[in-house]
């Protein structure tokens, strides 16, 4: 499975002397990333999800908001996946995110990637066999596309090959 989420609501600017790249959740990223945490936590509902199928590597970029969203969706987790930032997936076109997702490990079953757009609603576009109608008005922050790999390998992954599980946006 490859989930694909994009990082929560930010603050329109940086902190005093940080450029965009340390912009922080704002209020409601919070809340949308908590809630999302709590439905993906050990006492969630996975979303409806099968429990198999959560992600046992995260791929994150390296922007605060980012991490703060990673961190929060995943709080809910006794066993959190490995999360590995990649300093690559900021300012990435979704060709070099899917470069990124190519590179794991065949063992891994299940990777998430966290990111920014305008890529990651490119990147869901280009690896749905059909694009999410829910998507036509655009991926929302802290928005989350689960797709079935229909590869044995992360190597193998290509364009538009990916069935859609589910699309989910905040109030979760």
């Not at 996975?46 to 429990?51: D, K, M, N, R």
């Not at 908001?65 to 961190?71: F, L, P, S, V």
């Not at 990111?115 to 991926?139: C, D, I, K, R």
């Amino acid at each position: 499975m490859l989930w694909v989420l994009r990082h929560a609501k930010t603050h329109r600017d940086p902190p005093a002397g940080g450029d965009d790249h340390d912009r922080t959740l704002a209020p409601r990223g919070r809340r949308d990333a908590d809630a999302l945490g709590k439905r993906l936590g050990d006492d969630g509902d996975h979303l409806g999800l099968p429990e198999d199928v959560m992600p046992g590597l995260v791929l994150c970029s390296t922007a605060i908001r980012a991490i703060q969203t990673t961190e929060r969706a995943l709080a809910g987790l006794a066993e959190p996946p490995r999360v590995v930032y990649l300093a690559s997936l900021y300012g990435a076109g979704p060709e070099e995110v899917l470069e990124e997702v190519s590179k794991v490990d065949h063992t891994v079953g299940s990777v998430m990637v966290v990111g920014h757009n305008p890529t990651f609603e490119a990147l869901v576009g280009a690896v749905a066999e059909s694009p999410p109608s829910s998507l036509t008005g655009g991926f929302a922050t802290c928005g989350l596309a689960v797709f079935e790999i229909p590869v044995p390998e992360w190597a193998e992954i290509a364009p538009h090959t990916a069935a859609v599980l589910g699309v989910f946006v905040p109030p979760f």
